[in-house]
Nanobody, 119 residues
Framework: QVQLVESGGGLVQAGGSLRLSCAAS????????MGWYRQAPGKQRELVAF???????NYADSVQGRFTISRDNAKNTVYLQMNRLKPDDTAVYYC?????????????WGQGTLVTVSP
């Protein structure tokens, strides 16, 4: 099993920055790709970014150029650096580990951390 603990959410003004962290524990050897999702009130859940164990990254068009996903494999931690934040970025952000062979094709989610961007 894998446990994901998120931190770093809070209230920030538009144009500001925030860094989210997600620390993994348990069967961390089974983790390859990690990612971040978000869900705003009344909106669809969307994939924000993901990163492979080798460091390849992908971003949603809405955050491209503003957000950066990274990881520290020694600490089993993934980060989401969010810059030039907009009110539309307000959402609950969830850390995510997709199904894989080593994890028995189970998926794992963090508890969520709220990011609020004021205009």
């Amino acid at each position: 099993q894998v446990q994901l603990v998120e931190s770093g959410g809070g209230l920030v003004q538009a144009g500001g920055s925030l860094r989210l962290s997600c620390a993994a524990s348990g069967n961390t050897f089974g983790i390859n790709t990690m990612g971040w999702y978000r869900q705003a009130p009344g909106k669809q859940r969307e994939l924000v970014a993901f990163i492979t164990n080798g460091g390849s990254t992908n971003y949603a068009d809405s955050v491209q150029g503003r957000f950066t996903i990274s990881r520290d494999n020694a600490k089993n931690t993934v980060y989401l650096q969010m810059n030039r934040l907009k009110p539309d970025d307000t959402a609950v952000y969830y850390c995510y580990v997709p199904p894989s062979l080593l994890l028995g094709y189970l998926e794992f989610w963090g508890q969520g951390t709220l990011v609020t961007v004021s205009p």
